[in-house]
Nanobody, 123 residues
């Protein structure tokens, strides 16, 4: 089954850092636009960041700019989300999604996504 596999979540104190990993299972991420979404309890999915292959553009939500960074490791078929200076409002389940052509506004517009990884920011 083609999907993404997220890992790296956990419990962290405010101001701390985490690095999330996204693995393409059964396909090569480098051929896809890859986005990170998150879903806080009781809320809709929110796009956090997206990297497009055509033109190489990278987008970040205003709430995470200057704190989060998306990067790729094509040798290992991974995309990372480095999260620094974490805040309690960053708490949620983080999903990685892949689209064959471009970044899309909603998680379910993507061709592949995973089960998510939980991030809890709390003291």
């Amino acid at each position: 089954q083609l999907r993404t596999v997220e890992s790296g979540g956990g419990l962290v104190q405010p101001g701390g850092s985490l690095r999330l990993s996204c693995l393409g299972s059964g396909f090569f991420l480098r051929h896809y636009a890859v986005a990170w979404f998150r879903q806080a309890p009781g809320k809709e999915h929110e796009e956090v960041s997206c990297i497009e292959r055509s033109g190489g553009s990278i987008n970040y939500a205003d709430s995470v700019k200057e704190r989060f960074s998306i990067s790729e490791d094509n040798d290992n078929n991974l995309v990372y989300l480095q999260m620094n200076d974490l805040k309690p409002e960053d708490t949620g389940v983080y999903f990685c999604a892949a689209h064959a052509r471009q970044c899309r506004p909603h998680l379910y517009d993507y061709h592949y996504w995973g089960q998510g990884t939980q991030v809890i920011v709390s003291s």
